[in-house]
């Protein structure tokens, strides 16, 4: 592949190329073509790439040109590309190279239809992402990036999974942002069902994480009410 080719059209293998650098007269050929931020060929580029971010982002070479592009996209173009991988964010979120390009893919949404859609697609799937090693990440970047309304539905899904969530390692992780990046008043619910499920969250070895958590930050009933769930039973505990 050289200049020539693409300034006459003729660059027509942009997805085999992002997934063998080695056709590439440079290593990072795409790359560096897209932070030349020449029209003509962030065109070609994002025309092709388009179709297949879902495979370009889980790649271990290609993610680093897929985040590049994501970079130089408007608004349009990045709702554009979240649709192409909506119907396979779990698989992109819950991988580690997919991870990083859905996270910055995430850095860059801001219009109420890009969140939206963001949203909803990782609705369908947000236990598995919240409880996966790299899943996870995502959903932490979502919370500090995006406000309570749009991110309820993370909330929503530890409210009612907080036995499963609270227990796992990464779980554990996404409960804390959310305690840390919520007002009180958002953290009803949850400190609710903690609270009902305190033994079986602190005899756990992340759950008693969680409960600490809770302790820290919730109003004095709810730290009583825990409190009284696990009385008589300090030396168990201790143990």
Same mark, same amino acid.
């Given at each position: 592949?050289?200049? @020539?080719?693409?300034?006459?059209?003729?660059?027509?293998? &942009?997805?085999?190329?992002?997934?063998?650098?080695?056709?590439?007269?440079?290593?990072?050929?795409?790359?560096?073509?897209?932070?030349?931020?020449?029209?003509?060929?962030?065109?070609?580029?994002?025309?092709?790439?388009?179709?297949? &971010?879902?495979?370009?982002?889980?790649?271990?070479?290609?993610?680093?040109?897929?985040?590049?592009?994501?970079?130089?996209?408007?608004?349009?173009?990045?709702?554009?590309?979240?649709?192409?991988?909506?119907?396979? *964010? =779990?698989?992109?979120?819950?991988?580690?190279?997919?991870?990083?390009?859905?996270? $910055?893919?995430?850095?860059?949404?801001? @219009?109420?239809?890009?969140?939206?859609?963001?949203?909803?697609?990782?609705?369908?799937? *947000?236990?598995?992402? *919240?409880?996966?090693? =790299?899943?996870?990440?995502? +959903?932490?970047?979502?919370?500090?990036?995006?406000?309570?309304?749009?991110?309820?539905?993370?909330?929503?899904?530890?409210?009612? /999974?907080?036995?499963? *969530?609270?227990?796992?390692?990464?779980?554990?992780? +996404? #409960?804390? $942002? #959310?305690?840390a990046v919520r007002r009180p008043a958002e953290l009803t619910r949850l400190f609710k069902q903690v609270?009902?499920?305190?033994?079986?969250? #602190?005899? /756990?070895?992340?759950?008693?994480?969680?409960?600490? =958590?809770?302790?820290? #930050?919730?109003?004095?009933?709810?730290?009583?009410?825990?409190?009284?769930?696990?009385?008589?039973?300090?030396?168990?505990? =201790?143990?």
């Amino acid at each position: 592949m050289d200049n @020539t080719e693409i300034k006459e059209g003729k660059l027509n293998n &942009v997805f085999e190329t992002s997934f063998d650098w080695k056709q590439c007269r440079k290593e990072k050929f795409i790359q560096q073509k897209l932070e030349q931020n020449d029209p003509l060929y962030f065109g070609l580029f994002y025309e092709e790439m388009k179709e297949a &971010v879902p495979d370009l982002m889980i790649d271990n070479f290609s993610h680093f040109a897929i985040e590049k592009l994501i970079q130089c996209c408007n608004d349009e173009q990045c709702l554009a590309l979240l649709q192409r991988l909506a119907g396979a *964010i =779990s698989l992109g979120a819950c991988q580690k190279h997919g991870s990083f390009s859905v996270q $910055a893919l995430v850095d860059t949404l801001h @219009t109420p239809a890009q969140i939206y859609t963001l949203v909803e697609a990782m609705r369908q799937d *947000i236990m598995r992402i *919240i409880t996966h090693a =790299s899943g996870h990440f995502v +959903v932490l970047r979502m919370l500090q990036r995006f406000p309570y309304q749009s991110t309820k539905f993370i909330d929503d899904a530890i409210v009612a /999974n907080v036995a499963q *969530i609270g227990t796992d390692h990464h779980g554990l992780r +996404v #409960v804390k $942002a #959310v305690l840390a990046v919520r007002r009180p008043a958002e953290l009803t619910r949850l400190f609710k069902q903690v609270a009902r499920l305190t033994m079986k969250l #602190v005899e /756990n070895q992340y759950g008693n994480y969680c409960i600490q =958590s809770v302790l820290d #930050v919730a109003p004095p009933a709810v730290r009583t009410n825990i409190k009284v769930k696990m009385e008589g039973k300090y030396m168990r505990l =201790s143990k």
